[in-house]
């Protein structure tokens, strides 16, 4: 069936490093996919999305490429802040069109200054 | 504008007591989902609503979970009686459309004891 998996975490950085944290699905059709955020106390937060192969989504100095061909769709942000320590979640929206998610089960990034 | 809204944040019941979950969605968003997340896991959906109408409870308990939108705005989850798995968070979410991009609320942590 229709999933996504996120690598493990947590993922413990320090401020202005690297990040990249993965997401590959598996899907029938051609899904959309999403990166969204959960900080601490608060609701899931849309980051960024990508509808069809090879788009790219930004927003907040978050980027993702949408790759049909490894079925990927992997985070990357080029500095890191302490304020970026949340939880990330990829997920998928199936081309039916119902707008139902199927979500990875969640990164956890702790930013350290 | 106000976001999703949802009540209460917190509850603790017993097993086999009755417990319900309300949410007001952000105004003239027709889609309604409630969503289930356990504790290090992603969100997994509960029940869609487009305005009254139930279209997607395919992965509700029916045997002790109800829902219901009467009005095509707020929607109340309930569960009796409720056992120990369901401690998890309840989130609510609406959408303006079905594209996948969807606001959450903060969702209700339920502990069941």
């Known amino acids: 069936g229709d999933s996504v998996t996120q690598m493990e975490g947590p993922v413990t950085l320090s401020e202005e490093a690297f990040l990249t944290i993965n997401c590959t699905y598996t899907?029938?059709?051609?899904?959309?996919l999403f990166w969204y955020v959960q900080y601490p106390g608060e609701g899931l937060q849309l980051l960024l999305k990508?509808?069809?192969?090879?788009d790219k989504g930004s927003n907040k100095g978050f980027e993702a490429t949408y790759r049909k061909e490894t079925t990927s769709f992997h985070l990357e942000k080029g500095s890191v802040q302490v304020s970026d320590s949340a939880v990330y979640f990829c997920?998928?929206?199936?081309?039916?069109?119902?707008?139902?998610?199927?979500f990875g089960q969640g990164t956890t990034l702790q930013v350290k200054p | 504008e106000a976001g999703v809204v949802q009540s209460p944040r917190y509850k603790i019941i017993e097993k086999k007591q009755p417990v319900a979950f309300w949410c007001n969605p952000i105004?003239?968003?027709?889609?309604l989902y409630w969503y289930l997340q356990n504790l290090g896991q992603g969100p997994e959906l509960l029940i869609r609503?487009?305005?009254?109408?139930?279209?997607?409870d395919s992965q509700l308990p029916k045997d002790r979970f109800s829902a219901e939108r009467l009005k095509g705005v707020d929607s109340t989850l309930k569960i009796q009686p409720a056992e120990l798995g369901d401690s998890a968070v309840y989130l609510c979410?609406?959408?303006?459309?079905?594209?996948?991009?969807?606001?959450f609320g903060p969702g209700t942590r339920l502990t069941v004891t």
């Open positions: 979410a609406s959408s303006l459309d079905q594209t996948g991009e969807q606001y």
């Open positions: 899907a029938t059709g051609y899904p959309s």
């Open positions: 990508a509808t069809k192969a090879d």
């Open positions: 997920a998928l929206s199936l081309a039916s069109n119902t707008g139902k998610l199927i």
């Open positions: 105004s003239g968003h027709n889609t």
């Open positions: 609503y487009e305005n009254e109408e139930a279209v997607d």
